[in-house]
């Protein structure tokens, strides 16, 4: 059905064939914005899979290295003992040239009438934010498996990775996804929906000591459990 829509908005069942592949990752799958990985308890992983939550994403940037940012983060926060905070969205319209060479955007849905619908995301963006030392970054991934590296209006901000130790992917690989990192502040001025946080600096692989780290789920449920303890034996 991808393949047919496709070849519909492009004009021709050929283009359809060219992008849509049906023995490889090179087709559209269902990409979370929050990962269900990052959840503990079923209720709220099977929730992930809702639609509100799911958008348009190659296979093989969802398996690739969209994935590996997935668990760069939560390596992170485990590592550091951190609670971040996290938005996740995406920006713009994927196009491909059609049969004229005019770049056009794609959809899941197109009808006899030309209404379209689900437009596949041409960037999927993750902030991460530390709270506590007020440091984050905005990672910046790009949703064309065709593309060889950042180029024109894919490029929206600055690349500050170089900058960012803790995060791990197959860079060398666009096929699994091309990702870039954006200071906070730069990504705003191009993406305003991004919700408003005061910010002091990049999330680099330091964090400071002296910030006033509250305690974690985990340490409140470890004290109730050792305060149960204590009353048990008194």
Not at 50 to 71: D, T
Not at 116 to 134: G, R
Not at 145 to 163: A, E, F, H, R, T
Request: aromatic share 12%; proline share 4%.
């Amino acid at each position: 059905m991808q393949r047919q829509t496709v070849g519909t908005l492009l004009g021709s069942s050929l283009q359809g064939d060219k992008y849509i592949a049906e023995t490889s990752d090179y087709y559209l799958d269902k990409g979370h914005l929050s990962a269900n990985a990052d959840f503990v308890y079923g209720s709220q992983r099977r929730a992930t899979f809702r639609y509100v939550n799911i958008l348009p994403q190659w296979k093989s940037f969802n398996g690739g290295n969209w994935n590996e940012l997935e668990k760069s983060v939560r390596t992170y926060a485990d590592k550091k003992k951190l609670d971040l905070d996290i938005y996740t969205g995406t920006y713009g319209i994927l196009t491909f040239p059609n049969v004229k060479g005019v770049e056009t955007g794609l959809y899941l849905y197109v009808d006899n009438n030309n209404n379209k619908a689900i437009p596949v995301p041409k960037l999927f963006w993750k902030a991460v934010y530390d709270p506590n030392s007020q440091a984050g970054i905005v990672i910046v991934g790009i949703n064309n498996p065709y593309l060889s590296g950042p180029q024109g209006d894919y490029l929206i901000c600055n690349d500050v990775c170089s900058k960012i130790s803790w995060l791990q992917w197959d860079q060398k690989n666009t096929t699994k996804g091309y990702l870039y990192c954006c200071d906070v502040n730069d990504f705003r001025s191009t993406v305003k929906t991004l919700p408003e946080f005061t910010v002091s600096g990049l999330l680099t692989e330091t964090v400071d000591p002296n910030s006033n780290s509250s305690l974690r789920v985990g340490q409140y449920f470890s004290l109730i459990v050792l305060l149960i303890g204590i009353l048990k034996f008194l």
